[in-house]
C-alpha cells in the first residue's frame, strides 16, 4: 500500500477510534475496543471501505502506532488520545526521570502560567525523547519543547501512565515541572 493510502486510513481511524465513533455507527467498549468486522463493515457503508489486509499493515507499520488488536486479532482501538470516555485499563509505572512535550510557539506563554492540561483528551501526552516532541510540536506551528521533571512529578506523588504505543500519560503538568529546552 503506498503511504499516502496508510496515512488517509489511518487519520480515518483516528477520527473514529478517539473521537466520533457514532459517526460511523460504531459503539467501543469501554476499554475502547471494536470488532474488527464491526468496523470494517461500518467503513464500507460509509463510503470509505478499507480491507482487512489493510487494516493490519496501518497497525503494524503507522509510525506513531496508534493503534493495537487484542491478542486474539478479533478486537482493535486506538492506544490513546481519545476524546471519548474510555478505560483504557493502564497501571501507573515510574517515568523516566526526564520526559518532553512539543506544542508550537503560540502556546508557550500559556503553558508557562497554566502548565500542561488535558483540555479535551483524557490524558496530557509526553514523549520519552527531544525527536518525537519536535515531531508533535511541528504540527502546531514552530516547534518548542518543553522539557518535564518527571521523577520530581512522581516524588511528589502524580501517576505516569505508559500506552501501549510508548506514550507517557499524565493529568496535567504544573509550571513548576516544566523547563523550556
Request: proline share 4%; hydrophobic share 35%; net charge neutral.
Amino acid at each position: 500500500m503506498d503511504n499516502a493510502r496508510l496515512v488517509k486510513i489511518s487519520k480515518y481511524l483516528s477520527k473514529h477510534l478517539r473521537h466520533q465513533p457514532e459517526r460511523i455507527g460504531i459503539e467501543l467498549s469501554p476499554n475502547g475496543w471494536v470488532k474488527v468486522e464491526q468496523l470494517l463493515a461500518a467503513c464500507k457503508k460509509h463510503q470509505f471501505p478499507i480491507s482487512k489486509q489493510e487494516l493490519e499493515e496501518v497497525v503494524a507499520n503507522n509510525d506513531k502506532q496508534r493503534y493495537s488488536f487484542d491478542e486474539t486479532g478479533a478486537l482493535i482501538r486506538a492506544n490513546q488520545g481519545h476524546s471519548v470516555e474510555i478505560d483504557l485499563q493502564l497501571e501507573p509505572q515510574v517515568p523516566p526521570d526526564i520526559l518532553y512535550h512539543g506544542t508550537g510557539h503560540k502556546s508557550v506563554d500559556l503553558i508557562l502560567e497554566h502548565g500542561l492540561l488535558k483540555m479535551s483528551r483524557h490524558h496530557v501526552h509526553l514523549s520519552a525523547d527531544i525527536e518525537t516532541a519536535s515531531k508533535v510540536g511541528k504540527r502546531h506551528g514552530k516547534p518548542v519543547i518543553f522539557i518535564v521533571d518527571a521523577a520530581k512529578m512522581h516524588l511528589h506523588g502524580i501517576n505516569f501512565y505508559c500506552s501501549d504505543n510508548g506514550v507517557w500519560l499524565v493529568d496535567s503538568v504544573a509550571p513548576e515541572y516544566l523547563k523550556k529546552e
